[in-house]
């Protein structure tokens, strides 16, 4: 007799982002400025994002697989537009969009040139940037270009200044995104009672993250 399993790896990536987090509170420091984020807390900050978004994908794939997703909703329709199409009522929508904006620009390392100068505190501060990476249409649509930022959750779209604050808006809105597909069918996704060591304690990820009325 044969069983079966589908190649989803859903929680599997919540003790690295813990693991992650941990590293990120070592290094984080007050030594980011307007240009860009300290040493380690860009690189930490920047690994944890991806690393979120790629799980938050992991588990909309179960759900285009327990809903029974034909294979163009499978090989070609955008995650957002899937869950909006399957979920009308879905609340998250230019947040997502702000989540693969994140990961785009990080995955792909956009190019900026910044001319930058220092001011009479001795900071950085940006004088002057040009974008060698254009983006594509959600980021012309959600990006405020003027400021650097995503016009919801405001994400950094510097890439080397993408620091703590960005990881903290990006957990909790994949976290919120995963808790409304639990409340729609915890078999497509069940996530509020997963639990991850955390400074050596197991605990609810929804705690770790800073979410604790999620917890159940």
């Known amino acids: 007799m044969n069983d079966s399993l589908v190649t989803i790896l859903g929680s599997s990536y919540f003790e690295p982002i813990s693991a992650l987090l941990e590293k990120l509170e070592k290094h984080e420091s007050n030594i980011s400025n307007q240009v860009q984020s300290g040493y380690y807390e860009k690189g930490f900050a920047a690994s944890i994002c991806i690393l979120s978004v790629v799980c938050l994908e992991s588990y909309v794939m179960r759900v285009r697989y327990i809903n029974s997703a034909n294979q163009d909703h499978i090989d070609r329709t955008p995650v957002v537009s899937y869950l909006k199409s399957l979920y009308p009522d879905f609340p998250f929508?230019?947040?997502?969009?702000?989540?693969?904006?994140?990961?785009?620009?990080?995955?792909?390392?956009?190019?900026?040139?910044?001319?930058?100068?220092?001011?009479?505190?001795?900071?950085?501060?940006?004088?002057?940037?040009?974008?060698?990476?254009?983006?594509?249409?959600?980021?012309?649509?959600?990006?405020?270009?003027?400021?650097?930022?995503?016009?919801?959750?405001?994400?950094?779209?510097?890439?080397?200044?993408?620091?703590?604050?960005?990881?903290?808006?990006?957990?909790?809105?994949?976290?919120?995104?995963?808790?409304?597909?639990?409340?729609?069918?915890?078999?497509?996704?069940?996530?509020?009672?997963?639990?991850?060591?955390?400074?050596?304690?197991?605990r609810q990820f929804g705690e770790i993250i800073g979410m604790p009325e999620t917890c159940t």
């Open 93 to 202: 929508e230019n947040e997502l969009l702000e989540l693969h904006i994140l990961r785009d620009l990080l995955a792909h390392n956009h190019l900026w040139e910044i001319s930058y100068s220092f001011n009479e505190d001795d900071e950085m501060e940006i004088s002057e940037v040009e974008k060698r990476s254009s983006g594509d249409k959600k980021y012309r649509q959600r990006v405020d270009t003027e400021n650097h930022v995503t016009k919801t959750l405001g994400l950094n779209v510097n890439p080397i200044k993408v620091g703590a604050s960005d990881v903290k808006l990006v957990l909790q809105t994949m976290w919120k995104i995963l808790l409304f597909l639990e409340s729609k069918n915890r078999n497509q996704c069940y996530v509020s009672h997963l639990r991850a060591v955390y400074k050596g304690t197991l």
